[in-house]
């Protein structure tokens, strides 16, 4: 089984890891990881987890090695580790705006490396991850990367050049949903309904216009009719939501998600 390396040890880390451990993509044993912030790794280290004491160890003991920080650090952490990426490596990225060109010109070699966008429902095992390869990397190697999401969640292979664009689609959007429930749940409170009562409704509501959506056979549109009887109280909302542009203002929401992924890229 090939190794496996991680470099930061957040939650988005611990969520991959946690996903190949309980899918069995993946033995303890054959990963590593490192984080500035010791504190993180005690939960891997006690599932048996590598831990080790710099970036340039996780690299040297791996394969595969994911480069799970912010997007800030980049800079630092290829330099950090440039000295110790084989040609054999291969390098996946899970940040924001960072190309694959940047991380392979600063390493200054000719590993492969994979450029994902997850999301955190990845932790419940329900992600929604794209993925882009560089031109050099086997079909091989890509495939056991595409693996690792595909164990928890949806997998999606993209040109890089909408890699920025996606971000928008699956990687920021789980906080539009959550802040479209946060007013679900308010509004229902303030009627004198439950908190645990709304919060029970609305999730199950969302799960279930999401099967909709991909089982029904109906497009969006088609949907949308269905809910709304002339004169009733879908449209009466729907009036509302349109007066204040909600349709729109989630486009431009996700324009400004797409154009701010460009300002953090390299």
Excluded: H
């Amino acid at each position: 089984m090939s190794s496996i390396g991680f470099i930061g040890a957040g939650n988005m880390a611990g969520a991959i890891i946690n996903g190949m451990l309980c899918n069995k993509v993946a033995a303890a044993e054959d990963i590593f990881v490192f984080d500035v912030d010791s504190s993180k790794l005690e939960a891997l280290w006690e599932k048996g987890v590598n831990v080790c004491n710099d970036a340039c160890e996780v690299v040297k003991k791996s394969r595969f090695v994911f480069l799970a920080v912010k997007p800030q650090n980049y800079s630092e952490v290829l330099e950090t580790i440039s000295t110790s990426v084989r040609g054999d490596n291969i390098i996946i990225s899970i940040a924001a705006g960072i190309s694959i060109n940047y991380v392979l010109s600063s390493l200054k070699t000719k590993c492969g490396c994979v450029r994902v966008m997850p999301n955190t429902p990845l932790l419940l095992g329900c992600g929604a991850t794209a993925l882009c390869p560089s031109d050099n990397i086997s079909d091989e190697d890509f495939d056991f990367v595409k693996r690792i999401f595909s164990a928890s969640g949806v997998c999606r292979v993209l040109p890089e050049n909408q890699m920025n664009t996606v971000i928008s689609v699956n990687g920021s959007s789980p906080a539009y949903i959550y802040l479209f429930a946060k007013a679900m749940r308010d509004y229902a409170i303030e009627q004198g309904i439950s908190e645990s009562s709304a919060m029970e409704l609305i999730c199950s509501t969302l799960k279930g216009s999401a099967e909709m959506l991909t089982k029904s056979g109906d497009d969006v549109d088609t949907l949308i009719r269905k809910v709304s009887s002339p004169g009733g109280t879908t449209l009466a909302a729907l009036d509302v939501l349109d007066r204040g542009g909600f349709y729109e203002n989630i486009k431009e929401a996700m324009a400004a998600c797409t154009k701010r992924a460009g300002e953090l890229g390299r």
